[in-house]
């Protein structure tokens, strides 16, 4: 298939979950012998993180605004067999315009952000990437959300058709690294500061060193305001491109997962972190949410906690215990969660659009 998507970005990981899980997906398609053509405006935030030029088997549009770049967009879509406009897109109003009056392709919007999304709505504020005439024209809509997400995607933005299409991970970019002593940790946790994830972290990450003042706590990410709660041994790196986080998570004992407050919320939503860690060969404390143990069976792939005691609690395991509980996600996540798996989902979605027309015929 050829495959055309207007997305928010895949050439840059700063600030955002969208570019890492898109370039697994189109590694998977590539080797499954599809073609993907991704349409990205050219933002300055993005332009100057920049961490990929091209993609496997496709190509990457770049481009300065819409109108540059639509009579281009429009011949792509002609002969596509798959159109698909993502949440965030910055052109998501225009884009879905042009996938719309597709007359080949299946007409695909994919909510990368699906809970976010949904309490915009809920609020009465607009996206800015989905119109007044919510989901209906689409012939399949994608949801990075499973659980409640699918039914209000379609009670609510009249979504026809749903289907999830969860986070996954790449194991020939996440796997086990060796150690670098510049991300060695007791507990690490990789993420752009987000005030809804706040409260959290405090609990499971700040509030634990504070108690553990011997050991050592390693943030990386973006964004963070000066008036973080730092303590003395929590150590902070900037935002780190793909390539080094398996560096990043395979030098700590532990890692953290806090997931957005709107995605905690509605529950059977995985952060690729969690994926991208396990395969990583590193054990997981999270925070919990419902659906999780549909992707990690807890306290034995995966650690929950909610309390500071239940996280300092799992800082104090002893190696062999984490180990043990590393290698059953790890074992977990290959199996399951991975790019190449994500794309049989996607390819089955996409044929439950065309066997009524196969039927008919």
């Known amino acids: 298939m050829k495959i055309v998507v207007f997305g928010l970005t895949i050439s840059s990981s700063w600030g955002n979950g969208h570019a890492t899980l898109w370039r697994g997906l189109v590694g998977a398609l590539a080797r499954r012998g599809h073609r993907v053509v991704f349409f990205e405006r050219d933002a300055p935030y993005y332009a100057q993180n920049r961490d990929l030029m091209a993609i496997p088997g496709g190509e990457l549009v770049l481009y300065a605004d ?120 007791d507990l690490s946790y990789l993420g752009t500061y987000a005030a809804d994830r706040q409260a959290a972290l405090e609990t499971l990450f700040v509030e634990p060193a504070r108690r553990r003042p011997e050991r050592r706590f390693l943030i990386g990410g973006a964004q963070y305001p000066a008036d973080f709660p730092w303590t003395p041994n929590i150590y902070f790196v900037r935002h780190l491109p793909p390539p080094e986080h398996p560096a990043f998570f395979s030098s700590g004992r532990l890692t953290l997962n806090v997931t957005r407050e709107a995605m905690a919320a509605m529950g059977w939503c995985p952060s690729g972190r969690l994926f991208e860690a396990a395969a990583c060969g590193v054990p997981i404390l999270s925070d919990t949410w419902e659906g999780l143990d549909a992707f990690f069976e807890p306290d034995a792939e995966i650690l929950i906690a909610t309390t500071t005691a239940e996280a300092t609690a799992a800082i104090d395991l002893g190696d062999d215990e984490l180990r043990r509980i590393a290698a059953a996600a790890r074992e977990r996540v290959l199996a399951e969660h991975t790019s190449d798996r994500r794309v049989l989902d996607l390819e089955r979605a996409l044929d439950t659009v065309r066997e009524p027309a196969l039927s008919e015929a």
Request: net charge negative; with cysteine.
């Open 66 to 185: 819409w109108e540059s770049v639509r009579d281009r967009a429009e011949r792509e879509i002609a002969d596509s067999d798959v159109a698909t406009v993502t949440s965030y897109c910055p052109d998501g109003l225009a884009a879905t315009d042009l996938v719309l009056g597709a007359t080949r392709a299946t007409r695909v919007f994919y909510d990368l952000d699906t809970p976010v999304t949904l309490a915009r709505l809920g609020r009465g504020e607009t996206t800015g990437y989905i119109g007044p005439r919510g989901l209906q024209d689409f012939d399949l809509v994608l949801s990075y959300t499973g659980g409640a997400a699918l039914e209000e995607l379609a009670s609510r933005l009249g979504a026809r058709r749903v289907a999830p299409l969860y986070g996954h991970v790449d194991p020939t970019v996440h796997r086990p690294a060796p150690a670098e002593e510049r991300f060695r940790a």
